[in-house]
């Protein structure tokens, strides 16, 4: 197998990624916006080698030179898409903000243990070249180019389009979606060239869940419910999948080897994963494969809590499907090898509101028979619910970080603002299925310098499960 960069950026296939080399350092984005800290948000780079003497620290932070960007989550200039490509190095991590609609270069290869700025993209050429605004998921393309979906248009309202920059002057070139026709709402995407498509999600409309979840607001539209279907070769919006009002359908993927023509997407507020798939005549549709029951609940904003699920991921080698449920407080682990029946194998409790010495008692649930413990690692108790997740090359080890959104933080865990996130590790068993938590692995980002902040996405320096797509 060559190694990483040998034959151009990332690995061949999934499974040559999978022999990879373990990772020893992880880049998360810092967030200090609503935190009542008036500083700028940073790019930490953490160590993670168990032999490293700066095991589980922060060994560099990167701010950035403004103030309330909401830094969210990142991509690379050039990833496995470009694998073959020798003239391609994968030196570049793309971050864009999801507020200020910034976008970010970094210059991770001159030290990837140092990252320094490398160029800044001011909202105005986003707002003039593609009239759109907060920038969400970047993938890098086979083509050299790199895509970032967004959110909005430049007023905050809603518009699900696609932002293109050149690949090596980072530029904006202009929009990739082609026609009038476009989603009224976006967020994360995923493309599969051998089946002529890219998916894409809704979260809302950017100025009405900027500050929190408002219950006034759902049933009005405001909300996301589609997977909307492009056609990858002519850039046009062909087709919308109705996951039902207000699901909220967030992340996306399809399965990593690039002849499958299914994947999953995750519903936060139906708390449902939906299989999507092709059928024989060539369109796309979907069906419901896991549905995480509602908690009846007394102490609450609402009287049924919903698991919220924010993130899933597949393993390289498609068997195994992983999500958060940011309430309810746990992670589960599913084997997929049938893809319609995912059937549970692992589920580890990380916090979330209904720990048993809280003060929301759950008064029918139709999973648990009692409450959960409080997650309490290294003399800590972990506030907020596991987020944003990932996992290791060799799909042993799972990365979990509690924030999900400044605004949300703020409205569903004030506790998780004020002592800031952490990132916690996760031991996966890969023959039966497991999930169980590192006691030895903690990074605390409520002991950062300026004061606690709020951690989210994980990225590795060579590329990983949701930077990197086949093609």
């Given at each position: 197998?060559?190694?990483?960069?040998?034959?151009?950026?990332?690995?061949?296939?999934?499974?040559?990624?999978?022999?990879?080399?373990?990772?020893?350092?992880?880049?998360?984005?810092c967030?200090?916006?609503?935190?009542?800290?008036?500083?700028?948000?940073?790019l930490?780079?953490?160590?993670?080698?168990?032999?490293?003497?700066?095991?589980?620290?922060v060994?560099?932070?990167?701010?950035?030179?403004?103030?309330?960007?909401?830094?969210?989550?990142?991509?690379?200039?050039?990833?496995?898409?470009?694998?073959?490509?020798?003239t391609?190095?994968?030196?570049?991590l793309?971050?864009?903000?999801?507020i200020?609609?910034?976008?970010?270069?970094?210059?991770?290869?001159?030290?990837?243990?140092?990252p320094r700025?490398?160029?800044?993209?001011?909202?105005?050429?986003?707002?003039?070249k593609?009239?759109?605004?907060?920038?969400?998921?970047?993938?890098c393309?086979?083509?050299?180019?790199?895509?970032?979906?967004?959110?909005?248009?430049?007023?905050?309202?809603?518009?699900?389009?696609?932002i293109?920059?050149?690949?090596?002057?980072?530029?904006?070139?202009?929009?990739?979606?082609?026609g009038?026709n476009?989603?009224?709402?976006?967020?994360d995407?995923?493309?599969?060239?051998?089946?002529?498509v890219?998916m894409?999600?809704?979260?809302g409309?950017?100025?009405?869940?900027?500050?929190?979840?408002?219950?006034?607001d759902?049933?009005?539209?405001?909300?996301?419910?589609?997977?909307?279907?492009?056609?990858?070769?002519?850039?046009?919006?062909?087709?919308?999948?109705?996951?039902?009002?207000?699901?909220?359908?967030?992340?996306?993927?399809?399965?990593?080897?690039?002849?499958?023509?299914?994947g999953?997407?995750?519903?936060?507020?139906?708390?449902?994963?939906?299989?999507?798939?092709?059928?024989?005549?060539?369109?796309?549709?979907?069906?419901?494969?896991?549905?995480?029951?509602?908690?009846?609940?007394?102490?609450?904003?609402?009287?049924?809590?919903?698991?919220?699920?924010?993130?899933?991921?597949?393993?390289?080698?498609?068997?195994?499907?992983?999500?958060?449920?940011?309430?309810?407080?746990d992670?589960?682990?599913?084997?997929?090898?049938?893809?319609?029946?995912p059937?549970?194998v692992?589920?580890?409790?990380?916090?979330?509101?209904?720990?048993?010495?809280?003060p929301i008692?759950?008064v029918?649930?139709?999973?648990?028979?009692?409450?959960?413990?409080?997650?309490?690692?290294?003399?800590?108790?972990?506030?907020?619910?596991?987020?944003?997740?990932?996992?290791?090359?060799?799909?042993?080890?799972?990365?979990?970080?509690?924030?999900?959104?400044?605004?949300w933080?703020?409205?569903?865990?004030?506790?998780?603002?004020?002592?800031g996130?952490?990132?916690?590790?996760?031991?996966?068993?890969?023959?039966?299925?497991?999930?169980?938590?590192?006691?030895?692995?903690?990074?605390?980002?409520?002991?950062?310098?300026?004061?606690?902040?709020?951690?989210?996405?994980?990225?590795?320096?060579?590329?990983?499960?949701?930077?990197?797509?086949?093609i």
């Amino acid at each position: 197998m060559a190694k990483c960069g040998a034959c151009g950026p990332g690995y061949k296939t999934p499974l040559d990624a999978m022999k990879g080399p373990r990772e020893k350092i992880v880049y998360l984005p810092c967030i200090y916006r609503n935190t009542g800290i008036e500083k700028p948000d940073y790019l930490a780079t953490v160590d993670v080698d168990p032999k490293s003497p700066h095991y589980c620290q922060v060994i560099h932070r990167l701010p950035m030179p403004n103030l309330q960007d909401e830094l969210h989550h990142s991509g690379w200039n050039t990833c496995s898409s470009s694998f073959g490509d020798v003239t391609k190095k994968r030196n570049r991590l793309i971050l864009p903000s999801l507020i200020s609609s910034r976008i970010y270069v970094v210059d991770v290869g001159t030290d990837m243990r140092a990252p320094r700025m490398h160029k800044m993209i001011e909202p105005v050429n986003v707002f003039w070249k593609c009239g759109l605004a907060n920038p969400h998921t970047t993938h890098c393309l086979g083509n050299g180019e790199i895509m970032i979906s967004s959110m909005g248009d430049p007023s905050g309202n809603g518009k699900g389009g696609f932002i293109l920059l050149d690949g090596e002057t980072f530029e904006v070139k202009g929009n990739w979606e082609k026609g009038s026709n476009i989603p009224a709402l976006g967020y994360d995407f995923w493309y599969q060239p051998r089946h002529n498509v890219l998916m894409s999600t809704e979260w809302g409309i950017p100025k009405v869940l900027a500050n929190g979840l408002d219950p006034a607001d759902l049933k009005t539209g405001s909300y996301g419910r589609y997977i909307n279907v492009w056609d990858w070769t002519t850039h046009v919006f062909t087709q919308s999948i109705d996951l039902g009002e207000d699901s909220i359908p967030l992340e996306i993927r399809f399965l990593h080897n690039p002849d499958a023509a299914e994947g999953y997407v995750g519903c936060a507020l139906s708390s449902a994963i939906h299989r999507f798939y092709k059928t024989g005549n060539g369109n796309w549709t979907a069906e419901k494969v896991i549905q995480v029951p509602s908690k009846k609940v007394n102490g609450w904003l609402f009287p049924d809590m919903p698991g919220l699920i924010t993130d899933i991921l597949i393993s390289l080698d498609d068997r195994f499907l992983y999500f958060s449920n940011w309430l309810h407080g746990d992670i589960r682990q599913y084997d997929i090898s049938n893809t319609r029946k995912p059937r549970l194998v692992g589920q580890v409790f990380l916090g979330g509101k209904i720990p048993r010495d809280g003060p929301i008692v759950v008064v029918e649930d139709q999973e648990l028979n009692c409450q959960p413990e409080p997650f309490v690692i290294k003399g800590k108790r972990v506030q907020g619910g596991p987020q944003m997740i990932q996992l290791s090359l060799d799909g042993k080890r799972l990365y979990v970080s509690t924030s999900l959104y400044s605004g949300w933080d703020k409205q569903f865990y004030p506790d998780l603002v004020k002592e800031g996130s952490v990132m916690l590790q996760i031991d996966v068993d890969t023959e039966k299925g497991g999930l169980k938590a590192n006691k030895n692995f903690l990074v605390d980002f409520g002991k950062e310098p300026d004061g606690p902040v709020l951690a989210h996405e994980i990225r590795y320096p060579g590329g990983d499960c949701s930077s990197d797509i086949w093609i």
